[in-house]
Antibody, heavy 118, light 108 residues
């Protein structure tokens, strides 16, 4: 079955770090472009980052400098390392795969919830 | 590129036509998509490249536009269509790419 499963979310104190994982099944993360998108409670979608098949990585302004996207091809897993977390980073974090034809996000995980609070 | 969606909320009855708009702060040519999100679910791709329905999307959903002005039309609302809809551009190079703030289609 083609799917994405995120994990690693939880409660973290302000200033803390967390690493999210996204395990892919049925396709290779190395051959597709993969993105992270988040959604704060009751709010809209926010695009965070993308890693292309060639390895280039780009970030939104809100993610740049604090968040790092990477992948482990041997584990077929995408990661989001988040440092210096703030209350405003509280959100449901989704990983998603881009479509081969259009490039838009055609496959999404169920999300993992990150709560930043003391 | 900033995407502005309007209206924020659309109150309609089943069977009615829904027209949702997305305006870009600069041209995104046709590099624009629409997603549907229902409560407790991940978003689902409806339309890519402004007007191409994604696999399995019913024909009542259609997209149009180019440049800075785009429209998602639902020709006759079904009960399952009441949800939040987002537009997204992938025109900027290099990224970041952006989403609009969403339009909620609610039952009147």
């Amino acid at each position: 079955e083609v799917q994405l499963v995120e994990s690693g979310g939880g409660l973290v104190q302000p200033g803390g770090s967390l690493r999210l994982s996204c395990v892919a099944s049925g396709f290779s993360v190395s051959n597709n472009y993969m993105s992270w998108v988040r959604q704060s409670p009751g709010k809209g979608l926010e695009w965070l980052s993308i890693i292309f098949s060639g390895g280039n990585i780009y970030y939104s302004d809100s993610a740049k400098g604090r968040f790092t996207t990477s992948r482990d091809n041997s584990k077929n897993t995408l990661y989001l390392q988040m440092n210096s977390l703030r209350a405003e980073d509280t959100a449901l974090y989704y990983c998603a795969r881009g479509s081969d034809s259009s490039g838009f996000l055609v496959l999404w995980g169920q999300g993992t919830l990150v709560t930043v609070s003391s | 590129t900033v995407l502005t969606q309007f209206p924020a909320t659309l109150s309609l009855s089943p069977g009615e036509r829904a027209t949702l708009s997305c305006r870009a702060s600069e041209s995104v040519t046709t590099y624009l998509a629409w997603y549907q999100q229902k409560p407790g679910q991940a978003p689902r791709l409806l339309i890519s490249d402004a007007s191409n329905r994604a696999t399995g999307i019913p024909a009542r959903f259609s997209g149009s536009g180019s440049g800075t002005d785009f429209t998602l039309t639902i020709s006759s609302l079904e009960p399952e269509d009441f949800a939040v809809y987002y537009c997204q551009q992938r025109s900027d190079w290099p990224p970041p790419w952006t989403f609009g703030q969403g339009t909620k289609v609610e039952i009147k």
